[in-house]
């Protein structure tokens, strides 16, 4: 069957990189659905970041099947260790990240592609589904497809509309990461660096098709209990509150309402113990600051606003009631 793709002047390579650590019950569900692509311009990253188990002879048997994919072992550093490894030897002009546990339908770059080529933009995102097992689900179809300026673009990653903080699910630019790497040891490395991706851009393209497939897993980085290191995601916010405030002020209702979700996500985390007393009063601070304004914010997300009238009512009362841990992403 002619590709869809054939039609454009260019057929340019896509890196596909793909970091990979103690996933061997999923990678291999993974990688089929990588080198299933009918987009076939391709180069897939396996990097194996020091796994224990099975992964590490997984990727190197495929890597060994299929000339596309490069595999790349190394000591373990963490996902963002892993990407940026990749970044450094990436020849793409486009680039896209897939975590390991994850899979994406057979059409899901050429989807990208065609949406980043046809708009002239610097990055095309699409939906995605949330999958609570392995076997591959049943592809979607596009929909439609919009682009949106730079502004309306940060605007929407911030309010969390149509797509969010996460980097996989997205084609990019290569050349936007030229001077942009993930911080290393940061459990959030994902928002530590998507709002400077997008600060560079000046088109957005986004295709409604959930073509990316996120597994639900209790060992997922979110899913875990709380420890200090999750303190991370209020580091990344309020640097990102600075950033946005001196770069793109144009987004500062966003990026207020940005700021409380992501801390109310990790309070809701926290354990009432005396221990914890310093991180919870940083927390509350943070959203006492911007109680009012983020209310005002007609886009501001309800779950978002329903927090902030019951914690301005107190605390305690707003912790009690588990069932908002249902706020969402951060």
Same mark, same amino acid.
């Given at each position: 069957?002619?590709?869809?793709?054939? /039609?454009?002047?260019?057929?340019? %390579?896509?890196?596909?990189?793909?970091?990979?650590? /103690?996933?061997?019950?999923?990678?291999?569900?993974?990688?089929?659905?990588?080198?299933?692509?009918?987009?076939?311009?391709?180069?897939?990253? %396996?990097? !194996? !970041?020091?796994?224990?188990?099975?992964?590490?002879?997984?990727?190197?048997?495929?890597?060994?099947?299929?000339?596309?994919?490069?595999?790349?072992?190394?000591?373990?550093?963490?996902?963002?260790?892993?990407? /940026?490894?990749?970044?450094?030897?990436?020849?793409?002009?486009?680039?896209?990240?897939?975590?390991?546990?994850?899979?994406?339908?057979?059409?899901?770059?050429?989807?990208?592609?065609?949406?980043?080529?046809?708009?002239?933009?610097?990055?095309?995102?699409?939906?995605?589904? /949330?999958?609570?097992?392995?076997?591959?689900?049943?592809?979607?179809?596009?929909?439609?497809?919009?682009?949106?300026?730079?502004?309306?673009?940060?605007?929407?990653?911030?309010?969390?509309?149509?797509?969010?903080?996460?980097?996989?699910?997205?084609?990019?630019?290569?050349?936007?990461? +030229?001077? &942009?790497?993930?911080?290393?040891?940061?459990?959030?490395?994902?928002?530590?660096?998507?709002? +400077?991706?997008?600060?560079?851009?000046?088109?957005?393209?986004?295709?409604?098709?959930?073509?990316?497939?996120?597994?639900?897993?209790?060992?997922?980085?979110?899913?875990?209990?709380?420890?200090?290191? +999750?303190?991370?995601?209020? !580091?990344?916010?309020?640097?990102?509150?600075?950033?946005?405030?001196?770069?793109?002020?144009?987004?500062?209702?966003?990026?207020?309402?940005?700021?409380?979700?992501?801390?109310?996500?990790?309070?809701?985390?926290?354990?009432?113990?005396?221990?914890?007393?310093?991180?919870?009063?940083?927390?509350?601070?943070? &959203?006492?600051?911007?109680?009012?304004?983020?209310?005002?914010?007609?886009?501001?997300?309800?779950?978002?606003?329903?927090?902030?009238?019951?914690?301005? &009512?107190?605390?305690?009362?707003?912790?009690?009631?588990?069932?908002?841990?249902? %706020?969402?992403?951060?």
């Amino acid at each position: 069957m002619q590709k869809s793709t054939e /039609n454009y002047v260019q057929n340019e %390579l896509v890196s596909i990189i793909v970091p990979v650590y /103690n996933v061997a019950e999923y990678v291999e569900v993974c990688i089929k659905s990588l080198v299933s692509q009918t987009y076939e311009n391709i180069e897939i990253f %396996l990097v !194996d !970041d020091g796994s224990t188990d099975a992964s590490g002879e997984i990727c190197k048997e495929w890597a060994a099947r299929d000339s596309r994919i490069v595999y790349i072992q190394k000591a373990n550093g963490g996902a963002a260790s892993a990407r /940026n490894a990749a970044l450094e030897r990436c020849r793409g002009i486009y680039i896209t990240f897939v975590d390991s546990d994850d899979y994406i339908d057979d059409n899901y770059i050429e989807v990208l592609y065609a949406a980043i080529v046809e708009n002239g933009a610097d990055i095309s995102i699409c939906g995605w589904k /949330n999958e609570t097992g392995i076997a591959p689900a049943k592809a979607d179809t596009v929909k439609g497809n919009n682009f949106y300026s730079k502004t309306e673009a940060m605007n929407k990653l911030l309010y969390q509309e149509e797509f969010d903080t996460a980097m996989w699910a997205k084609l990019y630019k290569a050349q936007l990461f +030229k001077k &942009i790497r993930f911080p290393e040891g940061n459990i959030y490395e994902d928002i530590a660096i998507i709002y +400077k991706v997008f600060d560079l851009v000046e088109k957005v393209s986004y295709v409604d098709y959930k073509g990316y497939h996120y597994l639900l897993r209790e060992s997922g980085t979110t899913l875990k209990k709380f420890s200090l290191k +999750k303190m991370d995601l209020i !580091d990344v916010v309020e640097e990102m509150e600075e950033y946005i405030l001196e770069r793109c002020p144009e987004v500062q209702r966003a990026m207020r309402s940005k700021f409380v979700r992501a801390n109310f996500h990790i309070y809701l985390q926290i354990p009432r113990e005396k221990e914890f007393a310093s991180e919870r009063e940083r927390i509350e601070k943070n &959203i006492n600051k911007y109680r009012k304004s983020v209310l005002a914010d007609k886009r501001t997300r309800r779950g978002t606003k329903a927090a902030l009238l019951l914690s301005g &009512i107190s605390y305690s009362l707003f912790y009690g009631l588990k069932k908002l841990k249902q %706020l969402g992403k951060h």
